[in-house]
């Protein structure tokens, strides 16, 4: 009796987490580095290449130039000065993912194979990570730079997501052409 | 009875479907073990169906005996997933393969000690029930394990295996509890016929998804014999460094 109660609760227990690996683990295929690497070559990301984002939206200075009454002034020139590079950084990330969606249009274009629901998929990664970005906008705007920090401060994952789907289509085709595509690129947006 | 025929079609259907995926896109030749284990399913439940309208005296026999060389085979499926992930020749194959070797056989033991216990041996049902829910919770484990450790070592699923190991492993953990309580309790019974069978079907409509598309287990790369000796010279260097900070 109590073994097949185990059994039961086991077997129960074994299901739920084939179920939850599954749905955890959804299948994304992953593009290779050296793909990843020439996007990162061929489109120049400013960016995401801006290594001190985390930095940008950190406010332990201000709070120390805050915590001193004679440095209230310049606390809010910090302030003002960080919203302004906040607003000018996601203005570059915003470049950067809509540069990423014309390179991968332009492979499709190019006869690199996709599939509809891929493209719909993309397009809806890019629709709703403009519309976090502007969200994230209007925050930097109404309450300041360090208002959502955690959120702003993954705002670059956005375009690293963006640049592996890039590098996943450019994964398809053979490495040999890549340097035809980098200098087709370079011709057409010119 | 209807509802019986049209499950066994379905399930013969399925089997026959995925035996032409894998001749079509050559996957044989990939997945031997899979292939193999798919054409006993064909060949079973087509033996089933035979008995099932034809030949009613020898039927329940048949599907205990059947069923009971499908456990055996259902290993077929669970090495396939083990040899796919860890492909033999790969460092990890080599560093795991004794350790993974020895719970497996203990699993068996495992299951074997469970499915002699006296007390399934009341009636003939339950010995099979007892054989199934052992087996069927060993496989589960086993596929289960060998994810997890994939996913420890950061090892790369595919579509083909990924779909392959949930799809078996959901439907052999279904299998487990339906095993379970129908001993338990007899007024299970009846969800029991259709249940197992239904969730097989699942399972197979799974298979066929993972299949359509021929997409491996991208190769493990691994680092050649000057960068691992390096790393072992580093990795040398850094434990007598820290054994020399804590015993100075």
Redesign the interface.
């Known amino acids: ?1 109590i ?3 185990l ?2 609760v ?3 227990g ?2 739920g ?3 939850l ?2 749905l955890r ?1 959804s ?1 994304r ?2 593009p290779d580095t050296s793909a990843i690497h020439a996007v990162g070559q061929i489109i120049n990301l400013e960016g995401s290449s801006f290594a001190n984002a985390r930095r940008l939206f950190d406010d332990t200075d201000y709070q120390v130039l805050c915590s001193n009454p004679d440095l209230r002034r310049l606390a809010e020139r910090l302030r003002h000065d960080r919203k302004q590079l906040a607003l000018t950084w996601l203005s570059l990330l915003q470049n950067d993912l809509l540069t990423l969606w014309r390179f991968r249009r332009f492979l499709i274009q190019r006869g690199v194979p996709s599939s509809l629901g891929e493209e719909l998929r993309t397009v809806q990664a890019l629709v709703l990570s403009l519309l976090l970005l502007q969200f994230i906008r209007v925050s930097i705007h109404t309450a300041g730079p360090f208002a959502l920090p955690r959120a702003t401060r993954q705002a670059g994952q956005l375009v690293d997501s963006m640049s592996k789907g890039a590098a996943l289509v450019l994964g398809r085709i053979p490495v040999a052409g890549w340097a035809e595509i980098e200098r087709s690129w370079v011709s057409s947006a010119a | 009875m209807v509802m019986s025929l049209v499950i066994w079609i379905a399930a013969l259907t399925l089997a026959t479907g995925t035996l032409v995926l894998f001749l079509r896109r050559a996957l044989w030749r990939t997945y031997p073990f899979l292939l193999a284990y798919v054409i006993w399913l064909i060949i079973g439940n087509s033996a089933l169906l035979i008995g099932f309208r034809f030949f009613n005296s020898v039927y329940t026999s048949l599907y205990w005996h059947s069923d009971t060389v499908d456990v055996v085979l259902r290993f077929l499926v669970v090495w396939e997933v083990f040899h796919q992930t860890f492909p033999k020749g790969s460092g990890l194959n080599r560093s795991l393969s004794k350790g993974l070797g020895i719970a497996a056989f203990l699993l068996l033991v495992f299951a074997c000690a ?1 499915f002699w ?1 006296y007390q399934n041996y009341t009636n003939l049902r339950s010995i099979h029930m007892a054989l199934d ?1 052992s087996f ?2 060993v496989q ?2 086993m ?2 394990g060998t ?1 997890l450790m994939a ?1 420890y070592y950061g090892v ?2 595919g ?1 083909n295996v ?1 779909g392959i190991a ?1 799809a078996f ?2 439907w052999v ?9 129908v ?2 309790t007899n007024s299970f019974l009846p969800y029991w016929y259709y249940l197992r069978p239904l969730s097989f079907l699942v399972m197979m409509v799974a298979w066929i998804w993972a299949l359509w598309v021929y ?1 491996p287990n ?1 190769p493990i790369l691994e680092s050649g014999a000057t960068e691992l000796n390096q790393w072992t010279e580093d990795w040398n260097r850094t434990v007598s460094a820290a054994r020399t900070i804590i015993r100075p």
């Open positions: 009796m073994n097949l109660v059994f039961t086991l077997g129960l074994l299901f987490s084939f179920i690996i599954a683990d299948p295929s992953l | 469970t216990g829910r069927d919770f589960a484990v596929i289960l994810l996913r790369l699923f579509r990924r949930l492993g959901g953990s279904i299998s487990t509890v339906n095993s379970a309580m001993d338990l997409e991208p």
